[in-house]
Nanobody
Framework: EVRLVESGGGLVQPGGSLSLSCAAS????????MSWVRQAPGKGPEWVSG????????YYADSVTGRFTISRDNAKNTLYLQMDSLKPEDTALYYC???????????WGVGTLVAVSS
């Protein structure tokens, strides 16, 4: 059974940092591209960042470029998102997602809540 479990969310002041993790199990983690997707209250899902299966290539939405860093440790089956210089508009539920090259996102985690507020 594929499982993606996010952690690390919380309440942080503007300008602060948070580090998210996603523990993966039930599949060969190192063979899949992975992404972070977020959904703000009252809005649709927004792709945030992606990473190739071996971590060589990374991709970011314009809204987070220069502030967020995606990484992965295939030995630990874990995906990370380092978020710096957080803004109130970064407030959202953050999901870890597995990418299937043929069909797109095929598995999501349950999400972890990030709230940026003073």
């Amino acid at each position: 059974e594929v499982r993606l479990v996010e952690s690390g969310g919380g309440l942080v002041q503007p300008g602060g940092s948070l580090s998210l993790s996603c523990a993966a199990s039930g599949f060969t983690f190192g063979t899949y591209e992975m992404s972070w997707v977020r959904q703000a209250p009252g809005k649709g899902p927004e792709w945030v960042s992606g990473i190739s299966n071996e971590g060589v290539s990374t991709y970011y939405a314009d809204s987070v470029t220069g502030r967020f860093t995606i990484s992965r440790d295939n030995a630990k089956n874990t995906l990370y998102l380092q978020m710096d210089s957080l803004k109130p508009e970064d407030t959202a539920l953050y999901y870890c997602a597995r990418l299937n090259r043929a069909t797109g996102v095929d598995y999501w985690g349950v999400g972890t809540l990030v709230a940026v507020s003073s």
